[in-house]
């Protein structure tokens, strides 16, 4: 996993934790592409009963299962969590399932193209999904996403047989 955060952090750099979830969602992709679509679907189960665990964590200050916590004052290494991997593995995934994994694909592709070699922040992310997906504001709540705790109602646990054994 770390090839693929490095490769990621290197093409375009995020201000907060999105850069983890597209470390993630990268990183499935490629399982999926050389092990086969069952073990991608078993990391992404493994994943799902993690970023349940980190809402139970974190039950008592639910600001650390944003994808943009205020972290002023706060060490990270006091909160290092897998929220941000899961959660933002989630996002991307409920944007994939909501046009489709071509479309979603060809997104990819405009982004890193567009952003190549820079530093961004959250804010120009959903402003460039916004205009690249016309009304995806209206098919998912970006902000509840985003700036919302715990996990949003429309994340979806995956389903395999594999991962229905463990």
Known sequence: MYIVYLYIDILVSYCCHLIQGFTTYAERRIVEV????????????????????????????????????????????????EVPYEKGFQFLWRIEREIGRPAFDEFLKKYIATFKFQSIDTETFLEFLKTNVPGIENKIDLHLWVEGTGIPPDAMEPDSATYKKI
């Open 34 to 81: 050389v092990q086969g679509e069952e073990r991608a679907t078993l990391n992404m189960g493994i994943g799902w009963r993690g970023l349940n665990r980190m809402m139970e964590r974190f039950k008592d200050n639910m600001e650390f299962t944003k994808l943009k916590p205020k972290m002023a004052g706060i060490d990270p290494d006091d909160v290092y969590s």
